[in-house]
């Protein structure tokens, strides 16, 4: 795949209010939708490597559903379904009803087959749900290498990662075979695959999202994955709002709206940033100041979180592998279960100290900035094959996600975050640019998003061939 390709302010795929205009003025139909999507799936399918299930026949028979519905109701069918007729994908990580659900992994999975309130919100909405995408194991890693199915591959350049935990989930958006998808996100794993992907991947609030069952490490968030922040904003309101099986759901405090005057932006650079990256992020400050905003350059404001964030993931996955478990296990994420048999009790309150004294700074941080903003990822993708740049590839080095500081501390402190295309190195692969807001905030991040989005004007199209049926 020739990687010459740049962005365009061409308008490419549909989006959310293009698939409503479309069927509106009978361009198309559910029906047509889904058969394109599907189409494409089986012709990116297995190079591209984003899916571990379609869901085929169903999906149709859902859409059949749904053109009846419009020639019954016509513009009214839209009135309670903001999302009908958009096809969407479902990570791996997250339980479906009628498809499988592997989590990545060759364990068994034992969690009912059942819709968590995400997936149920964005089917009553009228969303079409096409298939399921591919993550590592449990999510553990930034990547989809995985024993379940061979690694996703970036649809920028094929032979190398399109990040992870939700990689599938990014390049099946990026490559045109959706028009969105569902992310979870523990300590990147929406923004990571989004940057490398060239696509929009947005972390809520924790909790603005309820996740089910809920995780003891309290750092995954469930956020959406598309091709605008629009779209971005929808499916984020469709999907929020407490429930209560999920208690942190509901200690969430109310989305404060966002305002219209100029804001102060805190502008981060992390150590050991590629020039490359660097060079495609600095080109998006007009942009901001072209807003009227206030940008200030700051110095790394907060120690790294990093070994805090090892304890509490290690001691969350030794706590739910048995030993009788460890031969189907993948070996990387082994090497993390073993050392978190190790914890003593008082290791883990030490990290959770440290996450609580995070969230302080963070806190004080935020009263004098309304955003941060960063590169979301320092390098550019490394190899399919691979969990980490090489440096942080070897699992018992326990350094698997060190690579990636712009993003795993916004775990642990909760905030909004959103990675958001600002455009590509010279050898032709996407940038994103990170917004980080307070907490409850989510509305700003989006917003402000938005602007920078229309402000840019591009359309992020990977290279090669086209999918068949799109």
Known sequence: MSLTSTATTRPERPGIRDTRNALLRDRTTVAGQVRSALAAIRAAEPALGAFVAVAGERALAEAEDADRLLARLGEAAFRDRPLLGVTVAVKDLVQTRHLPTTRGSLLPNRRPDTDPPAVARLRAAGAIVVGKTRTSEYGWSAST???????????????????????????????????????????????????????????????????????????????PLARSVADAAVLTAVMAGPDPRDPDSAAVPPARPAGSGPLRIGWIEFPYTDGAVRRVTEDALP???????????????????????????????????????????????????????????????????????????????????????????????????????????????????????????????????????????ARGLPVGLQLVGRVGEDDLVLSTAGRIEAELGLAMVPPGPRPKGE
């Open 287 to 425: 942009a901001l100041a072209a807003q009227g905003h206030r940008i200030e350059r700051l110095d790394l404001p907060f120690a790294d979180p990093y070994a805090a964030l090892v304890d509490i993931l290690a001691a969350a996955e030794a706590a739910g592998t048995a030993p009788g478990d460890e031969d189907r296990c993948d070996p990387g994420r082994l090497a993390l279960v073993r050392y978190g048999r190790t914890l003593s009790g008082a290791a883990v309150i030490r990290a959770e100290e440290a996450r609580t004294a995070l969230r302080a700074r963070l806190a004080g941080l935020m009263e004098d900035y309304d955003l941060l903003a960063m590169a979301t990822v320092p390098t550019e993708p490394f190899s399919a094959h691979a969990i980490a740049p090489p440096w942080a590839a070897e699992p018992e080095d326990l350094l698997w996600l060190a690579w990636t500081p712009a993003t795993y501390p916004f775990n642990l402190t909760g905030q909004p975050a959103l990675s958001l295309p600002v455009g590509h190195t």
């Open 145 to 223: 290498v995985s024993r379940v199915a061979p690694p996703t591959r970036n649809p920028w350049a094929p032979d190398l990662t399109a990040g992870g935990s939700s990689g599938g989930s990014a390049a099946a958006v990026a490559a045109g075979l959706c028009t969105a998808a569902l992310g979870t996100d523990g300590a990147g794993s929406i923004r990571i695959p989004a940057a490398f992907c060239g696509v929009v991947g947005f972390k809520p609030t924790f909790g603005r999202v309820p996740y089910l069952p809920p995780g003891g490490d309290r750092l995954a968030h469930l956020g």
